[in-house]
């Protein structure tokens, strides 16, 4: 059986995973990955402490709010990463400063 501390340590190595991404990546496809690990952290913690606590439904609705808001983000943030790649030619994060006014 699964505990609950097999699935936290799940949650955290993919939260490191997905800050590592952030903080150490200069492309920017690399940087949103991080960004989705983050989510599908936070996501996991949700339904893992309703499922603990209280009523598993309010874990699950709050599931699948962050994987709204993931793809939401994603379709937005690759559609800016398109633009940058289309305008410098290039997909690191230092070209979009170029993109300033």
Request: proline share 2%.
């Given at each position: 059986m699964i505990t609950t501390q097999?699935?936290?340590?799940?949650?955290?190595?993919?939260?490191?995973?997905?800050?590592?991404?952030?903080?150490c990546?200069?492309?920017?496809?690399?940087?949103?990955?991080?960004?989705?690990?983050?989510?599908?952290s936070a996501s996991l913690n949700f339904v893992l402490f309703a499922n603990s606590f209280s009523?598993?439904?309010?874990?699950?609705?709050?599931?699948?709010?962050?994987?709204?808001i993931a793809a939401g983000e994603a379709a937005v943030a690759l559609a800016i990463v398109f633009?940058?790649?289309?305008?410098t030619g290039e997909g690191?994060?230092?070209s979009a400063e170029s993109l300033k006014y």
């Open positions: 097999c699935i936290l340590l799940v949650s955290s190595i993919l939260f490191v995973l997905g800050l590592f991404a952030i903080l990546r200069k492309n920017l496809v690399a940087v949103l990955m991080g960004i989705e690990l983050i989510f599908n009523n598993p439904v309010e874990g699950i609705i709050f599931a699948i709010f962050i994987i709204t633009n940058i790649f289309q305008l690191d994060i230092d």
